[in-house]
Nanobody, 124 residues
Framework: QVQLVESGGGLVQTGGSLRLSCTASGRTFNNYAMGWFRQAPGKEREFVAAISRSGYNTYYADSVKGRFTISRDNARNTVYLQTNSLKPEDTAVYYC?????????????????WGQGTQVTVSS
């Protein structure tokens, strides 16, 4: 069992930045592919970014490519999402997730554990 706790969300103006963090319990963090997803009000959950177990491979949704960066620190059991040049359409609850069966995946159904989410609000 893995517990994930996100932090770092908040209210920011258009063009601003936030660094989201997700810390996992347990001692096998480097066995998990990690991902970030988001869900805006009235919309379905969507993929944002994913990172492989080693951190070597990363993947991004087209909507955030060039603005967001996913990284991980396996010694700290933590995955990060650096969000830059934020837009109002980035407003959502952001969730981190862990997948045990894949080195990396962009599909929500492949993830086994989810955090409780952290709210990101971008004002125009």
């Amino acid at each position: 069992q893995v517990q994930l706790v996100e932090s770092g969300g908040g209210l920011v103006q258009t063009g601003g930045s936030l660094r989201l963090s997700c810390t996992a319990s347990g001692r096998t963090f480097n066995n998990y592919a990690m991902g970030w997803f988001r869900q805006a009000p009235g919309k379905e959950r969507e993929f944002v970014a994913a990172i492989s177990r080693s951190g070597y491979n990363t993947y991004y949704a087209d909507s955030v490519k060039g603005r967001f960066t996913i990284s991980r620190d396996n010694a700290r059991n933590t995955v990060y999402l650096q969000t830059n040049s934020l837009k109002p359409e980035d407003t959502a609850v952001y969730y981190c997730a862990a997948a045990i069966r894949w080195d990396t995946t962009t599909m929500g159904r492949d993830y086994d554990y989810w955090g409780q989410g952290t709210q990101v609000t971008v004002s125009s």
